[in-house]
T-cell receptor
């Protein structure tokens, strides 16, 4: 079993839809959770960073962490064609863990005009 | 956040040869990290490069295959040695910032 599981998609939605992206994990020691967006032929770009459980909102993006269920989500409201990318969840036990983030496989999202 | 320049952006190499990937950061950083992203797979940490000491490799990665240099606080190189088609991947460098880790744009390597 992988430490982090993420549905690879692809996921296709119409413009304006609410998108829900999810990851599950097995290591209960994870405390730091990140979402990255990766456009084709580009490196991952940090979108959201949360510590422990709860919600965090930034514009159209909301990150949720449910540590009891070992489940994290990223919601995108009013999705735009420019949101079309691969979304990667990542997590670690300690923030200063020397870069050893554990990544999900990534979900490919396509937002159709 | 730090700006990372990585090159080459892509290359096609013959099996048995080696390729050196360069990573330049616009600020001084203590640790730099090298990841591999295989087709359809998640990113996997190869090694951590500290200036002035040997790189620390993750399980499954060895120095003979992936030698790393870290001559100063803004630069690092990763060499993929004696390449085989299984080494075809995207290789990324990364540095730690205040709110997470920043990545370079990656090197897309195809071994034929």
């Amino acid at each position: 079993q992988k430490e982090v599981e993420q549905d690879p998609g692809p996921l296709s939605v119409p413009e304006g839809a609410i998108v829900s992206l999810n990851c599950t994990y097995s290591n209960s020691a994870f405390q730091y959770f990140m979402w990255y967006r990766q456009y084709s032929r580009k490196g991952p770009e940090l979108l959201m960073y949360t510590y422990s459980s709860g919600n965090k909102e930034d514009g159209r993006f909301t990150a949720q962490v449910d540590k009891s269920s070992k489940y994290i989500s990223l919601f995108i409201r009013d999705s735009q064609p420019s949101d079309s990318a691969t979304y990667l969840c990542a997590m670690s036990v300690y923030y200063n863990q020397g870069g050893k983030l554990i990544f999900g496989q990534g979900t490919e999202l396509s937002v159709k005009p | 956040s730090a700006v990372i320049s990585q090159k080459p952006s892509r290359d096609i190499c013959q099996r048995g040869t080696s390729l050196t990937i360069q990573c330049q950061v616009d600020s001084q950083v203590t640790m730099m990290f090298w990841y591999r992203q295989q087709p359809g797979q998640s990113l996997t940490l190869i090694a951590t490069a500290n200036q002035g000491s040997e790189a620390t490799y993750e399980s499954g990665f060895v120095i003979d295959k992936f030698p790393i240099s870290r001559p100063n606080l803004t630069f690092s190189t990763l060499t993929v040695s004696n390449m085989s088609p299984e080494d075809s991947s995207i290789y990324l460098c990364s540095v730690q910032g205040a709110d997470g880790y920043t990545f370079g744009s990656g090197t897309r390597l195809t071994v034929v």
